[in-house]
């Protein structure tokens, strides 16, 4: 069975100092990865999303950046982060059989809280 | 761009029907999602549709009707652990999702 992993699980962090979220996928081969944000009592932002190594595209200009160096490893990082950057980061999977849409398997999210 | 707007908040009696209605505008999409949500949790998928019409997946079902924009959620036999916050989405290439504003249900005794 497959499986999502996101460490780490809450985060404070002051302004300015840099970020790194790592996000892991077990049980499944080439798959499509997301990055999405979500500020309390909102909706998801789709922030990046990957459909293989070194392939990252960005939705939304900001802060951060994302980078695939491995098959199911997708990592989120910033240099200096903003106080806007503060929310629930969340990484998600999808498969790419079938060619039609597959659902989306999210991770248990980072709680990023930046003072 | 693309938006969904959803209602903030609907309320309903357990063992009820509630039906969560969402609005989108958009100039291309493959489908829309629906996805549950309880506080402090991640979303998980509860129902898509490709085509007009509607989805029947146990207690819940989902329609869509891509003339008027617009498709719902309906939850049937409402259980207390239905409450939670749903979200439609639209779907896209590489099956990425835009999602909507979010629906708190709340179900009461």
């Known amino acids: 069975s497959q499986t999502i992993h996101q460490w780490p699980a809450t985060l404070v962090q002051p302004v300015g100092s840099p970020l790194s979220l790592e996000c892991t996928v077990e049980?499944?081969?080439?798959?499509?990865l997301y990055w999405y944000r979500q500020a309390a009592g909102r909706g998801l932002q789709l922030l990046f999303y990957?459909?293989?190594?070194?392939?990252i595209s960005s939705e939304v200009p900001q802060n951060l950046s994302a980078s695939r160096p491995q098959d199911r490893q997708f990592i989120l990082s910033s240099k200096k982060l903003l106080l806007s950057d503060s929310g629930f980061y969340l990484c998600?999977?999808?498969?790419?059989?079938?060619?039609?849409?597959?659902?989306?398997?999210f991770g248990p999210g980072t709680r990023l809280t930046v003072l | 761009g693309q938006s969904l707007e959803q209602p903030s908040e609907v309320t309903a009696v357990e063992g009820a029907i509630v039906q969560i209605n969402c609005t989108y505008q958009?100039?291309?999409?493959?489908?829309l999602s629906w996805y549950q949500q309880h506080d402090g949790g991640a979303p998980t998928f509860l129902s898509y549709?490709?085509?007009?019409g509607l989805e029947e997946t146990g207690r819940f079902s989902s329609f869509l009707s891509r003339s008027d924009s617009y498709g719902y959620l309906l939850l049937q036999e409402l259980q207390m652990k239905d409450s939670a916050s749903y979200f439609c989405?639209?779907?896209?290439?590489?099956?990425?999702?835009?999602f909507g504003t979010g629906t708190r249900l709340q179900v009461t005794l």
């Open positions: 998600a999977w999808s498969s790419i059989a079938g060619g039609g849409y597959n659902e989306q398997f």
């Open positions: 049980g499944t081969s080439n798959p499509n």
């Open positions: 990957s459909v293989g190594i070194g392939q």
């Open positions: 958009t100039s291309g999409f493959y489908g």
């Open positions: 549709n490709a085509l007009d």
């Open positions: 989405a639209l779907t896209g290439t590489a099956s990425k999702l835009t």
